[in-house]
Every structure is written in structure tokens, then in C-alpha cells.
């Protein structure tokens, strides 16, 4: 799967550990969904797309 | 607070395992125990080491997360040092079957426990790096 995690982050200044703590897992579960690494459930997808203050799932991961 | 209760629930257990020590050391019960000269010097010993790893955690104040992740990569390592048991145990079997295995049974399981944790450990490190 791949993701817009990086970009949607950096665009709002926000760093791992800022976005791992405000969605509550570790820094290394955001490294690893950032690399595509990790597919999340759809609670932690839906608390990332919040977090990255989006409204879709679907604008921050993406199917291949 | 959640913390607390676990040091104390932690500390509890470590204490009653050192009182169980002295007890069976003051009542002369169990000797030889793998290579300490009773079981109750080897469980005052296993109270202290404990008393010794909550007291560190406690001071390190680290909380430890555990998301989805990392749960995940815990059930997979899991699977895996479930397999290696059965794996170890029908070798043991065979083995057994060939030449009678006369090593005393606390010593094999002492073993038998050290290697299922170190499968997982290893299996955990690797599955962390993967996923």
C-alpha cells in the first residue's frame, strides 16, 4: 500500500514522533507505514487521515 | 497510576518468591538445583534479579507503547516459537528414542525456557525490522 504520509507530514510541519504520539503508536509503526512497509487497520488508517487533517482515507493511502 | 500498580503487583511477586526462598532454605528443603546448592538460595536469587529489573523500570519512567503493530509483530513471533517447540520437541523425541537423554530435567528445561525465549526475541527483532 502505498501512502501520502510523508507529504501530508511535512506539509504540516509535523514530525514522526509529533505524529506518533497524537495517533498513539511508536515512531517506528509511522516509519514503516511511510515506507509502505506496514498496512494499518482501518482505525489507525482513519486516525492518521484525522491527524493529517484530511477527510478521506483515500487521499492519504492509496491501493495499489 | 497504572504504572504504580504495576511496579507494585511486580514488587509483591518478587518479594513473595525471596520469602518463599527463605522459607524452604530455613526448613532445608530442596538441594542441587541447577548448580545453586539449594532451590531456595536459586529462588532468593531469581527475587532479587527481579527486584533489581522493576526498580530499573521504574526509574527509567519510559512508558512503553503498544500499538497494532507492534502486537501484530508479537502474535507472528509467536507462531513462530510455537513451531519451534514442536520442531525441538520431536527431535528431543528421536533423540530420546536413539539414546536415552539422562540430563536431570530441571537442567533440560532450564534450557528448554532460555531457548524459547531467545527464538522469540530473535524472531521479534527480525519480524520488527520486516514489517
Redesign the interface.
Known amino acids: 500500500m502505498k501512502t501520502k504520509i510523508t507529504e501530508l507530514r511535512k506539509k504540516l510541519k509535523l514530525t514522526q514522533e509529533e505524529l506518533a504520539t497524537k495517533v498513539?503508536?511508536?515512531r517506528?509503526?509511522i516509519i514503516?507505514l511511510e515506507q509502505g512497509?506496514?498496512n494499518?487497520?482501518l482505525?489507525?488508517a482513519y486516525k492518521i487521515t484525522k491527524a493529517l487533517k484530511r477527510k478521506n482515507v483515500e487521499e492519504v493511502f492509496i491501493l495499489n | 497510576m497504572e504504572k504504580k500498580k504495576q511496579a507494585i503487583w511486580r514488587y509483591s511477586f518478587a518479594i513473595i518468591i525471596i520469602l518463599t526462598g527463605l522459607i524452604l532454605n530455613y526448613k532445608n528443603i530442596g538441594k542441587e538445583f541447577l548448580n545453586f546448592n539449594s532451590i531456595g538460595n536459586w529462588l532468593i536469587y531469581i527475587g532479587f534479579v527481579m527486584l533489581a529489573i522493576v526498580t530499573l523500570q521504574f526509574i527509567s519512567g519510559k512508558k512503553r507503547i503498544v500499538d497494532e503493530r507492534s502486537q501484530f509483530i508479537g502474535m507472528k513471533a509467536s507462531r513462530i516459537t510455537y513451531v519451534a517447540i514442536i520442531l525441538v520437541a520431536f527431535v528431543t523425541m528421536v533423540i530420546d528414542g536413539i539414546k536415552t537423554i539422562t540430563i536431570p530435567y530441571s537442567q533440560f528445561m532450564s534450557a528448554f525456557v532460555c531457548g524459547v525465549v531467545l527464538v522469540y526475541l530473535v524472531s521479534y527483532k527480525i519480524l520488527e525490522k520486516k514489517n
Do not use: N
Request: glycine share 0%; charged share 25%.
Open positions: 498513539e503508536v511508536t517506528q509503526t514503516s512497509k506496514y494499518p487497520s482505525e489507525l
